[in-house]
């Protein structure tokens, strides 16, 4: 297969996982979940970022790039639908993804400022999960207070425990090929 026909078929799978991100907007307008619905709409805009990021800041994202982030942005939504409270690992994977994400666009951003990205990687993953987190226990405790349904979920302290280990977890990987894989970024190829 050549290179053009794989970038091809990675762009439809894209597409194909965008398709799938409607269909969970449509399951959770058809459930009535709010959660679902609210986490289809920003997972949905966020597979547009990189084409965002192309054009304002002198990037080209592979077609894997791409798909990763897209795949990420599905999970989360899927999740919502079920997976987050039946599936005991699902939480683990999507904190993995999505702090692999951002410990990406740091590591990048990082390097192509000349800064070592390790410590910023570390730093920006660990700030960002404790605020997600707290971000969530309060969005869970007003929505209690006030008898909707949360659009987020705090679970318990041992569930933010293991989402901030596994925010470190994604941290690590891209620590560990961000160099590798992430060249594109950073104009070294």
Known sequence: MTETTRAA??????????????????????????????????????????????????????????????VAMLAHAVGMLGPYDDTWWWDHVTHTLSSSLLAGVVHAAADRRGKNPRPRVLAVITVAGVVWELLEYVIHAVSERIGIDPLLVSY????????LVFNLVGAALVLAFGDRLLRNFTHDE
């Open 9 to 70: 078929v990675l762009r439809a799978v894209e597409r194909v996982v965008r398709y799938g991100i409607v269909a969970v907007f449509g399951e959770g307008f058809r459930k009535r979940n709010p959660g679902a619905i609210v986490n289809a709409v920003f997972a949905f805009a966020a597979t547009y970022v990189p084409d965002v990021l192309e054009r304002h800041c002198d990037v080209e994202f592979r077609p894997w790039q791409r798909l990763y982030a897209a």
């Open 156 to 163: 318990s302290r041992r569930d933010t425990l293991l989402d």
